[in-house]
Nanobody
Framework: QVQLVESGGGLVQPGGSLRLSCAAS????????MNWYRQAPEQQRERVAS???????NYADSVKGRFTISRDNAKKTVYLQMNSLKAEDTAIYYC????????????????WGQGTQVTVSS
């Protein structure tokens, strides 16, 4: 079974920074895309950023220029550096990973972390 564990959330003032981490563990052949999503109260979950195994990135328009996604494949970890945080960034942040469990599998399974709360407030 694959598990994802997020860390790094907390309370920060507007304009501040936080760095989220998400580490994958378990038996797997390969991790393809890794993603960060967020869900604010009474809103749908939205994708924040994605990164492929080769390092190509993609961001939601609302975070471009402020957030940076990166990954360490050896550590099976994805990061989200969040700068210039705004009140509207307040949400539970979830990571996900598209995992190829064995070399024989022809499809990925998406696993999710439990979420970490980010609160931006003065």
């Amino acid at each position: 079974q694959v598990q994802l564990v997020e860390s790094g959330g907390g309370l920060v003032q507007p304009g501040g920074s936080l760095r989220l981490s998400c580490a994958a563990s378990g038996i797997m052949f390969r991790i393809n895309a890794m993603n960060w999503y967020r869900q604010a109260p009474e809103q749908q979950r939205e994708r924040v950023a994605s990164i492929t195994s080769g390092g190509s990135t993609n961001y939601a328009d609302s975070v471009k220029g402020r957030f940076t996604i990166s990954r360490d494949n050896a550590k099976k970890t994805v990061y989200l550096q969040m700068n210039s945080l705004k009140a509207e960034d307040t949400a539970i942040y979830y990571c996900s990973a598209d995992v190829r469990r064995t070399v024989r599998d022809q499809y990925d399974i998406r696993y999710w972390g439990q979420g970490t709360q980010v609160t931006v407030s003065s």
